[in-house]
């Protein structure tokens, strides 16, 4: 079997003394899947994608990626991690309203410290391949959301991750855009990208990601393959394990 | 609670680093300010406020206790005209191991109706064995013990304190039942009789009253009077020295505070448009907005100017302490009215800015001030970013460049902190300059070894003890054991390693227009290299001529290129002046010439000092013990050169640790405001440094980024403000040197080289960059989920 790219093991977190806002959570994710993390408001998926990327630590339990432990990693070591395993894919795109789109995608390979003009050779396949280089010079204002998050994209793919980690990337769109960003997130999966989709909807669950996790009061509820019919309940049992993957896998 | 006090509470309890910047910023600003305005209190008159708290004397006199009654002096207290008497106290001149005699009074309590005696440390004498000295006279410390060897039983007293009287009526202070045990035998001492009078404003009026206090006591009974007019005078020729500096750094540390207060106010009101909008949005009225902006800055401002006066009274202790001394003045205090005025007015900059901040909010569509706190920037600094991005810098470093830009508003408030911070520091270096270039140019000690006469009692016994105070040569009364100098020329120039030498001989002498003594010091020799700083003119080149101080040109109302004629002892002496030179001894009273000019007014006069420059490489050490070999039999003995012991008077290390303080307050103002600007603009990056850490940016990067983005900032106001610190400074000292009656010679003024006014811009960045560390390390800690959900 391949190195999983993700791969959590018992993690709880729990914030001051409320209930824990995720608990005893395992799940694996392999190289070229796509996978949606589905739960409603409040169930714990933002904790679980910040808890892969770095952003947070678990209580207990142990969090991998690419075969590195990131739970127990310091704050510029997690960085580091970040710029060169993970791109981030946001809501509300969080683009750097004074940066062109150009310096927004450079932006990851710049702090990698990437030689300038490797940088700008990806950065305007990027753009090129994602629809948007004649925007390269545009201040991300003048960008509709769909275009945004293209660009978000495209800052995100940067330094070639084996890992996308995106956070209701369509949460802000039109119907329109979102379907658009949906599409390229599947063209993306479909090139071998591993995806992981942090959504309530349903519908971008289904239309680019090939499995759903599903996340009910900080427990993974559910670890479905949408495009077949293997699908397994397992609240009884309160986590997913690899042995599901595998099965999921076959 | 009401709404609006709800808001009130909730937003000084949720904006904590809000609330905390404003809290310190206005108990900076407080404490600068108390610190200032006192420095000002002080400044305007600090002799008339000594004299009238202490209830200082109009006139002292003295009485030879042989000649009048202490009942006939009683009597005179109520002479018509006199206001207030203390006395009679019984006095007696008293010569301590010092030697200088001491003018002692005994007094059973510091308190009287006239001249209050302020106890500076210690405690007043109230039995035999005790003495309080004069804080002035600064002999021993409290503690110590002061013998009178001269005297019966060479009686030792024990210093149990240091005082200071106004009007100087007494060198020290024992009780009265202590006094005869300090009179000589055969003499009878003295008394002192203090007096106020009801009218004393000028001298016709002081002479008018002694007139009256004395008329009842025999003649010859009266030994010596003192006007405070006199007293007045001397104090004021040494305080004005400091007024022009106290009142610069007054107004700075009160400028400074207005800036900084308002700055942190309205920037952090701006910071909170959004909630202004949401306010509106929930029904708050415009002036309801206002109103509770207003109440959330003054809540933490109350607090802080609270803080404020305590740390600004705390500071003022030794503050003040430093000033009386620089004043010879006691019991200065921070004024009640000081502290009254700074809360208010700091109080009232707060609401101000709080007001004008929250009014232009209050005024904004509700739908705008929503937007305020979600949309980015404006679009300002979009080309400062493009062009940053082409340096090769890394990335972090880049985009903290460029960020002044995006806010120039605000770098403009950081600037200024800056300009000032670094004005402060260029300004007080300059002056610690300038004071070292004084107090070398008043000591002339350029010279490697200096060689002095000894007395015979002492050389036997060694080298002569440093004199307890004075300059290092007094005007010589014809002794005639100094030694011919053509011997000692013989001397210095035998011994090996000699390089150059001059013998320098004061006397006293007449000068047409002048009255009273002058003092002439005498050069025989090359004196070039006794760093006598000319104003104007050149230095003596032979004799005939004659170099003199600023006073002695204002005096006599002659200038460069004048002559004056010399009258000593054998007669007169035609000078040319050919020079201004500066000088403080004798209050400037004197002329510098040739000794070959005194050979007819003064055939006898020989040098009882002599300054001697080495050849490079010479050991000072050796050379000293061999010359003292030499000149033993001359009755000379030689010493290291350099500044005398105490060349830096207390006023001088009083200015400068004057200086130093208030210096650190205004560098710490400065810091603060630059923290504050940094802080608000951290907080409303937050977002976006959020997305800089999740895209793999480092703690460290952030650091770097947030800490670059004072960096230009920092340079402009290190290239603004020291120019303006030089001006200042320009402007200050020459301004102190004539209020005390000299023109400063260039040395004095001109103390900055370019690489230190270089150093000195880069301690802009040095002010910048630490104010920023704060707010860096707090953005490299900020969670960065945290800080992607924050809107």
């Known amino acids: 079997m391949p190195t999983p790219v993700i791969e959590l093991q018992q993690v709880t977190r729990r914030y001051d003394d409320g209930p824990p806002a995720l608990r005893d959570a395992s799940l694996t994710v392999l190289p070229g899947e796509a996978v949606a993390i589905l739960g409603p408001s409040g169930s714990g998926k933002s904790t679980l994608l910040n808890l892969v990327a770095g952003l947070d630590r678990p209580d207990t339990g142990t969090v991998t990626v690419d075969g590195v432990r990131v739970d127990d990693m310091g704050e510029a070591a997690s960085a580091r991690l970040r710029r060169a395993k993970i791109g981030m894919v946001f809501q509300f795109f969080n683009l750097l ?106 519908g971008l669950a289904e239309s680019c990601t090939h499995r759903t996790v599903r996340l009910t009061d900080g427990r993974i509820t559910a670890d479905t393959a949408s495009r077949d019919t293997a699908s397994r309940d397992i609240a009884s049992h309160g986590t997913a394990s690899a042995d599901i993957v595998s099965e999921q896998a076959r | 609670m009401s709404a609006l006090g709800r808001v009130v509470r909730s937003g000084v309890g949720r904006r904590r680093v809000s609330t905390l910047v404003i809290l310190l910023a206005t108990m900076m600003a407080v404490a600068a300010s108390v610190l200032g305005g006192s420095l000002l209190v002080a400044s305007s008159a600090p002799f008339d406020d000594a004299f009238a708290d202490q209830h200082g004397a109009h006139l002292s006199v003295e009485f030879d ?207 909170g448009l959004r909630r202004i909008g949401v306010l509106k949005a929930v029904g708050f ?266 006073p002695f040109l204002a005096a006599t109302g002659t200038q460069v290129g004048d002559t004056v004629t010399v009258n000593g002892r054998g007669g007169a002496a035609r000078v040319r002046i050919v020079g201004e030179v500066f000088d403080t001894r004798d209050d400037g009273m004197a002329l510098f010439v040739d000794a070959r000019t005194l050979t007819t007014t003064e055939p006898d006069l020989r040098p009882d000092r002599h300054e ?13 013990d061999a010359l003292n070999t030499e000149l033993e039999p001359l009755g000379l003995t030689a010493r290291p050169g350099g500044s005398e012991p105490g060349a830096g008077s207390d006023s001088s290390a009083a200015l400068k640790a004057l200086a130093a303080l208030l210096t650190l307050t205004l560098v710490a103002v400065a810091a603060l405001g630059v923290l504050n600007g940094v802080l608000l603009d951290t907080r409303e990056r937050v977002r976006e440094l959020g997305v800089h850490r999740a895209l793999g940016m480092t703690p460290r990067q952030v650091v770097a980024m947030v800490v670059t983005s004072v960096v230009l900032t920092g340079l402009a106001g290190g290239a603004l403000g020291v120019p303006l610190g030089v001006a200042l400074h320009h402007e200050v000292i020459p301004a102190m040197g004539d209020s005390a009656g000299y023109h400063l010679p260039d040395s004095v003024i001109t103390v900055y080289g370019a690489g230190e006014l270089a150093l000195l811009a880069l301690g802009g960045v040095l002010i910048a960059v630490l104010g920023a560390l704060l707010p860096a390390g707090w953005a490299a800690r900020t969670r960065t989920a945290t800080a992607l959900r924050t809107e």
């Open chain 2, 65 to 271: 206790a042989d000649r009048t009654t202490a009942a006939r002096l009683e009597a005179s207290a109520d002479t018509a005209g006199v206001a207030a008497a203390s006395g009679p106290f019984r006095t007696v001149s008293a010569a301590s191991e010092f030697g200088p005699l001491l003018a002692v009074v005994g007094r059973a309590e510091p308190e009287g109706a006239v001249d209050d005696v302020t106890l500076t440390s210690g405690r007043w004498a109230t039995g035999p064995g005790e003495i309080v000295m004069s804080a002035d006279l600064g002999m021993r410390p409290v503690g110590e013990q002061l013998e009178f060897p001269d005297l019966p039983g060479a009686p030792a007293l024990t210093i149990v304190g240091t005082a200071r009287s106004v009007t100087g009526t007494a060198d020290a202070w024992v009780a009265p039942s202590q006094v005869a045990a300090l009179t000589p035998p055969g003499t009878a001492g003295g008394y002192q009789m203090l007096y106020r009078f009801t009218e004393a404003d000028t001298a016709a009026q002081i002479t008018e009253g002694r007139a009256a206090v004395t008329a009842g006591v025999p003649e010859g009974a009266v030994t010596g009077a003192r006007s405070w007019l006199t007293a007045k005078k001397e104090a004021e020729r040494d305080t004005a020295l400091y007024v022009p500096f106290l009142v610069a750094f007054g107004l700075l540390g009160l400028a400074m505070s207005a800036l900084i207060v308002g700055n942190v106010v309205s920037g952090t009101v701006s910071s």
């Open chain 2, 612 to 624: 001697v420059a080495v050849t490079a490489g010479t050991d000072v050490a050796r050379y000293v």
């Open chain 1, 97 to 202: 309203d004074d940066l062109t789109v150009t310096d927004n995608v450079l932006l990851p390979a710049q702090l990698a410290g990437t030689p300038r003009a490797e940088a700008h050779r990806h950065a305007a396949e990027l753009l090129q391949a994602l629809g948007i280089d004649r925007h390269a010079h545009t201040y991300p204002g003048r960008l509709s959301g769909g275009e945004r998050q293209r660009v978000a994209i495209a800052r995100a793919l940067m330094n070639r991750p084996p890992l996308l980690l995106a956070d209701e990337p369509t949460g802000a769109l039109d119907t329109a855009s979102g379907q658009d960003v949906s599409r390229l997130l599947a063209d993306l999966n479909a090139d071998g990208q591993t995806l992981v989709v942090v959504t309530h909807d349903v």
């Open chain 2, 285 to 550: 009225t415009p002036a309801q907005v206002v109103r509770a902006h207003v109440a959330q800055a003054l809540v933490p401002s109350a607090v802080g100017a609270a803080f404020g006066l305590v740390v600004g009274h705390l500071l003022a202790v030794p503050l003040l302490s430093d000033t009386e001394t620089a004043y010879r003045t006691s019991a200065l205090a921070v004024e009640p009215w000081v502290d009254v005025a700074v809360v208010a007015g700091v109080l009232g900059v707060v609401a101000a800015t709080a007001w004008a901040s929250a009014w232009r909010g209050g005024r904004l569509r509700t739908v705008d001030a929503i937007a305020v706190g979600r949309t980015g920037p404006t679009g300002r600094g979009r080309r400062a970013v493009r062009l940053a991005g082409r340096l090769p810098l890394p990335r972090p470093v880049a985009l903290g460049l460029a960020r002044p830009f995006a806010r120039p508003a605000r770098t403009l408030g950081v600037g200024a902190a800056v300009v000032f911070g670094a004005a402060a520091v260029t300004f007080t270096l300059g002056l610690g300059s300038s004071v070292d270039e004084v107090i070398a140019a008043k000591e002339h000690s350029t010279a490697d070894v200096v060689v002095e006469f000894t007395p015979p009692e002492h050389s036997a016994a060694g080298p002569a003890p440093a004199p307890a105070e004075g300059p290092p040569e007094e005007p010589q009364t014809g002794l005639p054991e100094l030694p011919d100098p053509a011997r000692v020329t013989a001397v210095l120039d035998a011994q090996p390693g000699t390089r150059a030498h001059y013998g320098i001989a004061a006397t006293e002498a007449s000068v047409s227009g002048v009255s009273g003594a002058v003092t002439v010091r005498a050069f025989r020799g090359d004196a070039s290299f006794g760093d006598y700083q000319m104003i104007s003119g050149r230095w003596i080149e032979g004799p005939g001529e004659a170099v003199v101080p600023p």
